[in-house]
Nanobody, 125 residues
Framework: QVQLVESGGGLVQPGGSLRLSCAASGSIFGINGMGWYRQAPGKERELAAAITSGDSTNYADSVKERFTISRDNAKNTVYLQMNSLKPEDTAVYYC???????????????????WGQGTLVTVSS
């Protein structure tokens, strides 16, 4: 069974910084894309940032120049460095990973997707 464990959320003042971590564990042959979605109260879940196995990144316009996504493949971990936080960044942040369970999956690019439980980020004075 594959699971993602997130950490790093909390309360921060506007203009502050937080770093989220998300570690994958279990029966993983390899990981393709990883990323972070967020869901603010009363709003739909949206992509915040994503990173491919080749380290190409994609960001929501609202977080560009403030958030940085990175990954450590040796640790099966993805990070989200969040700077210059704004009250509108308040949300539950969910990480995901598209992984291969075995070599056949990797060769055929047939990946499975797993989600973390979510971590709350609150930006408030």
């Amino acid at each position: 069974q594959v699971q993602l464990v997130e950490s790093g959320g909390g309360l921060v003042q506007p203009g502050g910084s937080l770093r989220l971590s998300c570690a994958a564990s279990g029966s993983i042959f390899g990981i393709n894309g990883m990323g972070w979605y967020r869901q603010a109260p009363g709003k739909e879940r949206e992509l915040a940032a994503a990173i491919t196995s080749g380290d190409s990144t994609n960001y929501a316009d609202s977080v560009k120049e403030r958030f940085t996504i990175s990954r450590d493949n040796a640790k099966n971990t993805v990070y989200l460095q969040m700077n210059s936080l704004k009250p509108e960044d308040t949300a539950v942040y969910y990480c995901y990973a598209d992984y291969y369970s075995d070599s056949v999956g990797a060769l055929t690019n047939s990946y499975l997707e797993v989600w973390g439980q979510g971590t709350l980020v609150t930006v408030s004075s």
